[in-house]
């Protein structure tokens, strides 16, 4: 434990040293605008600014990078909660209820959640990756093809069976995501599947364009339309600040949501993503009132965005400790240390301690910083919703265009993103959830290459599964989730009619 | 109002359909790979079409769907005006596709002055195009007003 400390104090000195604090304030100052845009996620805002690094010592560049990233992150959910333009796939989950909340005027203490759970998830995942670091790197390696198909198919069933009041409308959803993910040429044979003969489809759809899609343009069609008929209505801002009352009530799904986001940031494949996903359902299922999920409930703004901070954090202990870049952020950061001379390796922590305690001391202050930073700005953020919905939602269409379309420079992406849009509208009228399409689509491909690698493996017997007690342990987990609800809601429904 | 429901569900049906029969006619590789490209995607058909079918036999029950008004209209009439601009972006160019974009958008939603109706338009084209293309370095196409420019 003394040694964790010293090597913390070490650390901190290196993030201290004025010029590391200024790379830390850059990159959390233009990871929050890179968050705020929609469009260019965080993978794609590191590997724009890579530039920025040429030259510079090993730990200072990616104390930068770090700071992008985490700066992306806290600005990811600002656009999700003002607009229901979510920036990032992780920020889908925080639109469900944000969105709601700024609709009734709850705007400011849903940013302010957002920023203060970050914050502590934050904190809790650097204390989490410096103490487990090591030995949870040991049971992520345990983690093949099979336990990860497994990992996806309970992450899927989980969402699948609490985001509505249907399963089977859930599934349609799941279905519907896991279908948009095969779209494009096939990566180990290249089959060219469903493009119908269109070139830009081989790459596959990109799933920015599929959340401000189904988000976004959907969100603002259905609103134009109750606008017309006199429905839509925001109420006025109440309160800009958290009350004490707010953060009491969120502090249990905040520390809930960091250490889950922790261990599955750990894991390989989407994490973060997952890992909001999962928190959310997981805050639905504890809460005494599942309904008021998605109609404004704050512990559903609090807990996905505390545990895509601490998933951050779970995802770096595999780049850190064996060398291994699980995801496409990690991915920038392995590269970007490559360029600076440092090859990430399970030698890394011995090597240079310098890089890897200097970035564990940097992400401590960020999290200060990215607080200090972001909550004055709620107050400047709420008042864009003082803007007449005749001119707000033209004006959130046109900045989510040129949000899709820079991420691949396609007029085909806009076309795609209305029809999705269209596609929203209806499945809204329906009551068909939209956020498991975004998680099946997120998953999908990692899900069909897991399944197909475990086969390989195993040369097409299905028996590896039941080898491994890690995925039937996940598997059975899955069958409880998706039989639970309606048991669960029987008894909820019972208990009213008694009391 | 079982019948947008139904007419949902149909819809359903025939996604799973579709995709299940775009994925049977699919070559066919294995290289050293049990399961191959085709496997999944029909096994993501069936299960979609037996969801259509089993939502369409026995739909949901649950608060009926709003009825479609002559508001809805509006949402089409929007949907249509974003395919305008999306196929306009790269022919006339980002900024006069924004401005056009944004003047009918908030005329359709009922913006009556006209000095607003212009210089609001006016004033985010030209701004989102300088912060992407200037400060960003993202570039945005200028279309065949920028082939004049030259």
Redesign the interface.
Known sequence: MIEILNHLGYGLQIALAPINLLYAFIGCLVGTLIGVLPG?GPAGGMA?LIPLTYGKEPASAIILLAGIYYGAMYGGSTTSILLNVPGEAASVVTSLDGYQMARKGRAGPALSIAAIGSFIAGTIGVALLMVLGPPLAKVALQFGPAETFALMVFGLSTVTSLAG??V??G??AT??G??LA?VGS?L??G?I??TFDIPKLMEGVDIIVVAIGLFA?SE???S??????GEFLVEKVSRIWLSLQDFLESIGAILRGSFLGFLIGVLPGAAHVTASFLSYTLEKRLSKHPERFGQGEIRGVAAPESANNSAACGALIPLLTMGLPASAVTAVLYGALLMTGVRPSPFLFQKHPDVVWGLIGSMYIGNVMLLVLNLPLVALWVKILRTP???L???V???S??GV??VN?A?LD??L??LL??VG??MR????PLAPVILGLVLGNLL?QA??QT??IS??SLDIFWRSPIAITLFVLAAVVVAMPKVLYRSQSKLEVET | MKR??RI?AAV?LL??AG?LW??LL??D?????????KV??VI??V??AM??L??LIRP?D??P??PL?S??A??LV??LM??A???G??WIG?PVA?FL??LA??R????KSWVAGLV?PLA??LG?FGL?TRV??????LGWIGKLME
């Open positions: 260019i724009l009041k249907s089977r409308k599934l349609v279905t519907f896991l279908m095969t096939d180990p044979t089959i599947r469903f343009v603002i069609l259905s134009a339309e109750e606008m017309r008929a919905p005749r001119w939602f033209p004006i269409l046109a900045v265009f040129v379309y820079s420079a007029a806009l076309l993103a209305t849009g269209v509208y209806f009228r329906l009551d068909y069909e399944l197909r086969l390989m040369g097409g | 947008a429901e949902g359903v996604l799973g995709y775009d994925a699919m070559e590789v294995t290289i050293g790979d049990p399961l191959g490209p999944f995607p993501l058909g299960l979609m969801l259509g089993s939502l949901v649950g608060s769907p709003r008004t508001s809805a509006y949402a929007l949907a974003l395919c601009y999306g196929l972006i790269e980002y924004t974009f944004l958008a908030s359709l939603l009922g913006e609001i985010l084209s989102v992407f960003l370095d993202i570039p945005l196409p």
